[in-house]
Each structure stands twice: as C-alpha cells, then as structure tokens.
C-alpha cells in the first residue's frame, strides 16, 4: 500500500495561485512509480488533470488547466507538487492525488481505474 498525503489548499482570488503538495511513501519500486492529481466539484464527476510517471519521466495536463497548471516532483522527498497559476471559480473542488505502479497509469492521459491508494484530499477554494 502506498501512502499519500495531500497539502496546499485553501483560498485565493480568481486569478491567483496555489501549489499543492502530494506526499507519498511505500511504492513498490522506489524509482518506479506514477502519481496523478484529480479535483472533484460539487455535483461534478472526477476530473483526472495531471499525472506524472517515473523512470520514464512522462508528464500529462488535460486541456483545462493546459498553460496555467505544471507538475513537478521532488524525487528525492517522494514528493509530487501541483503549481495553480490564473484560477479560475470553476477550478473550485477537492483535489486528491492518487498513486499507481501500473505503467499504464500515465500513458497520454489519467487511467483513474488504475490507481489504488488515494488521499483524502485538500479544498481549493477561487471567488470571483
């Protein structure tokens, strides 16, 4: 089982910016693992918005936070960080961040089906 914690919400101004941290431990291969940020809004379904894979180094942004959004990750803290630039209202949800061994995980996009240990999230919250 892998741990994940997340950290970093709270609230800002439309416009404004947030990084978010994804604390992990206990992955199978300490050099082989993929992490993914989901958010969910209220009455809205889960929305997979980044991910990143390592050895391979292979990143993903949905369209909808492409050119605001960026992830990174601190291998040596096991460590995956979200930068928010330029919120929007309707980026207002729980972000969770997930963990997966699968290396289909994130392969051009979030295989949500593929994850299996899940934070419990941090609300971000954007007022216009």
């Known amino acids: 089982e892998v741990l994940v914690a997340e950290s970093g919400g709270g609230s800002v101004q439309a416009g404004g910016s947030l990084r978010l941290s994804c604390a992990t431990s206990?992955?199978?291969?300490?050099?082989?693992?993929?992490v993914a940020w989901f958010r969910q809004a209220p009455g809205k379904e889960r929305e997979g918005i980044s991910c990143i894979s390592r050895p391979d180094g292979r990143t993903y942004l949905a369209d909808s936070v492409q050119g605001r959004f960026a992830i990174s990750t601190d291998d040596a803290k096991r460590t995956v960080y979200l930068q928010m630039h330029s919120l929007k209202p309707e980026g207002a949800a729980v972000y969770s961040c997930?963990?997966?061994?699968?290396?289909?995980?994130?392969?051009?996009?979030?295989?949500?089906?593929?994850?299996?240990?899940w934070g419990r999230g941090t609300q971000v919250s954007v007022s216009s």
């Open positions: 206990g992955f199978t291969y300490v050099d082989d693992w993929r």
């Open positions: 997930a963990a997966a061994n699968s290396q289909y995980a994130c392969a051009g996009g979030t295989a949500e089906d593929q994850y299996d240990d």
